[in-house]
């Protein structure tokens, strides 16, 4: 059997991918597919379920659900307890693509998006660790639609930063950098996603260039990019966003968060880090009001400088930097010297 287990739940078989894609692409809905990365986190994964639940355009959705394989027998447990979460949270509403061994979470993700948006030719995409707003899937198949065509347009943020200088806003904005909890895109932009990060040593000499991709230094997203080409780490988001930076692409977000993170608290394989200050964002996800769409596809200059000051300060402020600039350091002279050896 290959590495994927596509259960149909009606009957309970065992679907072949191409079986699964054929009844799939049957399936014509007013809305996005939705679709679900989990790995070990059972009861994460109920209450981002029990979240999405609430939005009205879930029942009427198309929802498939991707849970990775056990790492080692140690997860065994926890990712059969995710699975049956899974199954029990939404019976025969949903599909299922169990893998029968680990991915990873970025091959996961990549490989997911690329079989379903192929299909589809949108998708929107939630982990296992967000809590979303009842307004969530209207604002992003509302956003899906009006931007269907605009080739400036790559992604859909669920997630916004909060500042209370943004909190009277009711209207959407764009900004240059994607964001990876909660978000949604088309197959035109998504095919621009380039997972070899053509072009990623640039920023190891162009200062202007690294300056910009790093949002005027307010957080490190070069070394990011480095240490995923150099040392193969698992980052999806990071090469998605070299991808959109390459087009100078924009990125839709809300005035205000749709999504809540709930697995900052030690329980995840990702996203851990003493500096780090990503947790101390709990945003409202009960919003009153209708969130309209801006007459103009450009940056929000005055958001885009608060959000710059707020990811400084949620990156460890002045010790991280100087943190991150020896990193990147690091990794650009151990690239140089592995350059140095692979030429001799």
Known sequence: MNDYAWKNNEVNQVLTPAQFNQESCLI???????IIFAYRRSEHLKRTLQSLKQCKEFADSPVIVFVDGPRD??????????RDIAQKTLGATARYVFRETNMGLARSVIAGVNEIISQYGRVIVVEDDLCVSPKFLEFMNQALDRYAVDDSVFQISGYMYGNPELESQTTALFLPFIGSWGWATWQRAWRTFD???????????DSAARRRFNLDDSYEYATMLFRQMTERRQSWAIRWYWSVFKANGLVLYPPVSLVKNIGLDGTGTHG??????????????????DIDFPDKVEIHHVAFNYVKNIL??????WIARVVDKMRWWKVVVTSHYKALITSM
């Open 272 to 289: 851990k880090g003493r500096l780090r200050r990503f947790a101390m964002d709990s945003p409202e996800l009960e919003i009153e009001f």
């Open 73 to 82: 027998i140690a997860d065994q447990n926890d990712v059969d307890a995710t």
């Open 312 to 317: 400084r300060l949620q990156n460890g402020r």
């Open 195 to 205: 997972p070899e990060a053509t072009g990623w040593q640039c920023l190891r000499t």
């Open 28 to 34: 014509k809905a007013n809305f996005a597919p939705i």
